[in-house]
């Protein structure tokens, strides 16, 4: 299978470094993680929301948790006519969570606030879970809106990040290097590409998704792209497929 090759080839290069790699030194270059998650501290990115169950395993606040939902990612995610399916797995989770008691969610847009007003509603939060959709309309509504400071303060105070495919990747140093995975949704050259930087580690959700990681982007594959950016920057290959049997 594709996804056992990619695997195969990522866990060559991490060479001694364990597949779910925990840690709060520096990594060294090339593919620090393989997994279906990447956490650093309060910071737990994923790559689809089948994915989602491994944040409960992290060290959480012993109490029931208030989670800011931020689906400003799906607001503009322009391959689907549909592009509420995958924002609804995302709800539907919470939802199961909140019945099960484990934790209280909100619906929340940053786009068109105040940073004030951003920072107001998300002081309260245990977590700010930003979902996935669309990573360039995502990252430039946080510069523009002034949420990415507010997000880079509450998570250095403690505030869980949570983040999803697209939420995964604005999480990282810059989103530069994974320009490949958004030529479809691109609708301006990147004016500005610094990323949150929650890690130093640059998250690369989807890696084993044929679909994605085998298109052609100016030329190369996905997965030459992948390959090229692992052997010059610290990356976490975060899977799809590893847990989707069991929501299938």
């Known amino acids: 299978m594709l996804s056992k090759k990619?695997?195969?080839?990522?866990?060559?290069?991490?060479?001694?470094?364990?597949?779910?790699?925990?840690?709060?030194?520096?990594?060294?270059?090339?593919?620090?993680?393989?997994?279906?998650?990447?956490?650093?501290?309060?910071v737990h990115l994923i790559s689809n929301y089948w994915g989602l169950d491994s944040f409960l395993e992290a060290p959480l606040p012993d109490k029931k948790l208030t989670v800011a939902y931020v689906g400003t990612a799906a607001k503009r995610y322009v391959e689907f006519e549909e592009p509420a399916r995958f924002a609804d797995a995302e709800r539907a989770w919470l939802d199961r969570q909140q019945k099960s008691d484990r934790l209280n969610y909100f619906?929340?847009?940053?786009?068109?606030k105040r940073a004030e007003q951003i920072e107001e509603d998300l002081s309260g939060a245990d977590v700010v879970f930003v979902g996935g959709g669309?990573?360039?309309y995502l990252h430039e509504q946080?510069?523009?809106?002034?949420?990415?400071?507010?997000?880079r303060t509450l998570v250095k105070n403690g505030t869980w990040y949570l983040g999803k495919?697209?939420?995964?990747?604005?999480?990282?140093?810059?989103?530069?290097?994974?320009?490949?995975l958004?030529?479809?949704?691109?609708?301006?050259?990147?004016?500005?590409?610094?990323?949150?930087?929650?890690?130093?580690?640059?998250?690369?959700?989807?890696?084993?998704t044929p679909s994605i990681m085998s298109k052609e982007y100016a030329g190369k594959s996905g997965w030459q792209h992948a390959i090229e950016l692992s052997s010059t920057a610290p990356t976490a290959y975060i899977l799809d497929n590893l847990n989707k049997e069991k929501h299938t």
């Open 142 to 151: 946080l510069q523009c809106t002034g949420a990415d400071d507010i997000i």
């Open 134 to 136: 669309n990573t360039q």
């Open 182 to 208: 958004m030529d479809s949704m691109a609708s301006a050259p990147i004016k500005n590409p610094q990323g949150l930087g929650l890690t130093n580690v640059y998250p690369l959700p989807h890696i084993d």
């Open 107 to 112: 619906d929340y847009c940053i786009s068109g």
């Open 6 to 42: 990619l695997v195969d080839l990522a866990q060559a290069q991490c060479k001694n470094v364990p597949v779910k790699k925990i840690s709060h030194e520096a990594p060294q270059v090339g593919v620090v993680s393989v997994s279906d998650h990447f956490r650093d501290g309060n």
């Open 165 to 180: 495919s697209a939420g995964a990747i604005v999480a990282g140093p810059s989103i530069e290097p994974r320009g490949f």
